[in-house]
């Protein structure tokens, strides 16, 4: 049986108590477990996140420009800062999921996480309102606004690798998936980051292609700069 006493965490972390249940139930529904589940909410969800900081940010950087406004709201909703959020608030542990996800560990998975979050920032709004759900969703960022810096230009690590090479007059990194492993739905990609002036390649292990790359250049770039 659900009942309040499990949300209790979830509940004193966002700073709101669900009067209907059954709508905090759905946002924690993943599509796998059942008919109802939080897609729906986690499209109104979305929406609201990205207007809730968009503003925020318009107030709080008056003289910073569109381009300024839109990587800092970028790095507030991406779903990485999403499925920090969750995990903070163990969302993981109360996500209803199918079989297959269960045994895949859907629970721990930072895009599920991501969206259930998306899903309970809908679920406040339905319930709640704007003002109510603004007030959650700027409640959690607060420390992550605190530290944006307008002028900051966050690279991510095969851009700085690159850049790092070039400026030393070196050729460029070459990127081999070496091995993929896992279902369609949950894999795991291996990729070797190839240097010239390296004896090895670097390893990177993601849950895409993309991801292993970046950790593959971040351990690269790590050697480089310490050598």
Same mark, same amino acid.
Do not use: W
């Given at each position: 049986?659900?009942? &309040?006493?499990? *949300?209790?965490?979830?509940?004193? *972390?966002?700073? *709101?108590?669900?009067?209907?249940?059954?709508?905090?139930?759905?946002?924690?529904?993943?599509?796998?477990?059942?008919?109802?589940?939080?897609?729906?909410?986690? +499209?109104? @969800?979305?929406?609201?996140?990205?207007?809730?900081?968009?503003?925020?940010?318009?107030?709080? +950087?008056?003289?910073? !420009?569109?381009?300024?406004?839109?990587?800092?709201?970028?790095?507030?909703?991406?779903?990485?800062?999403?499925?920090?959020?969750?995990?903070?608030?163990?969302? @993981?542990?109360?996500?209803?999921?199918? !079989?297959?996800?269960?045994?895949?560990?859907?629970?721990?998975?930072?895009?599920?996480?991501?969206?259930?979050?998306?899903?309970? +920032? @809908?679920? &406040? *709004?339905?319930?709640?309102?704007?003002?109510?759900?603004?007030?959650?969703?700027?409640?959690?960022?607060?420390?992550?606004?605190?530290?944006?810096?307008?002028?900051?230009?966050?690279?991510?690590? #095969?851009?700085?690798?690159?850049?790092?090479?070039?400026?030393? #007059?070196? !050729?460029?990194?070459?990127?081999?998936?070496?091995? &993929?492993? @896992?279902?369609?739905?949950?894999?795991?990609?291996?990729?070797?980051?190839?240097? =010239?002036?390296?004896?090895? !390649?670097?390893?990177?292990?993601?849950?895409?292609?993309?991801?292993? =790359?970046?950790?593959?250049?971040?351990?690269?770039?790590?050697?480089?700069?310490?050598?």
């Amino acid at each position: 049986m659900i009942g &309040i006493d499990r *949300y209790a965490r979830l509940s004193q *972390y966002l700073g *709101y108590q669900f009067v209907d249940q059954s709508l905090l139930k759905q946002a924690l529904t993943h599509r796998s477990a059942a008919k109802l589940h939080n897609e729906r909410l986690e +499209f109104l @969800g979305d929406a609201v996140l990205g207007m809730v900081v968009a503003q925020a940010l318009y107030s709080r +950087f008056p003289t910073v !420009p569109e381009g300024k406004l839109t990587r800092m709201r970028s790095s507030l909703v991406k779903g990485d800062t999403l499925a920090e959020l969750g995990r903070e608030a163990d969302v @993981g542990q109360l996500l209803e999921l199918g !079989p297959g996800e269960l045994k895949s560990g859907g629970h721990r998975r930072g895009s599920i996480i991501a969206d259930a979050m998306e899903a309970i +920032f @809908g679920a &406040i *709004y339905l319930e709640a309102g704007l003002e109510i759900t603004s007030e959650v969703i700027l409640r959690l960022l607060q420390s992550r606004i605190k530290k944006l810096d307008p002028n900051e230009h966050p690279k991510d690590a #095969k851009t700085r690798l690159q850049e790092y090479l070039q400026s030393r #007059k070196l !050729p460029l990194p070459v990127y081999e998936v070496v091995h &993929i492993s @896992g279902q369609d739905h949950d894999q795991t990609f291996e990729v070797h980051c190839h240097i =010239e002036s390296m004896n090895k !390649p670097m390893k990177g292990v993601g849950s895409s292609r993309r991801k292993a =790359e970046q950790q593959a250049a971040r351990t690269a770039l790590e050697i480089l700069c310490n050598d």
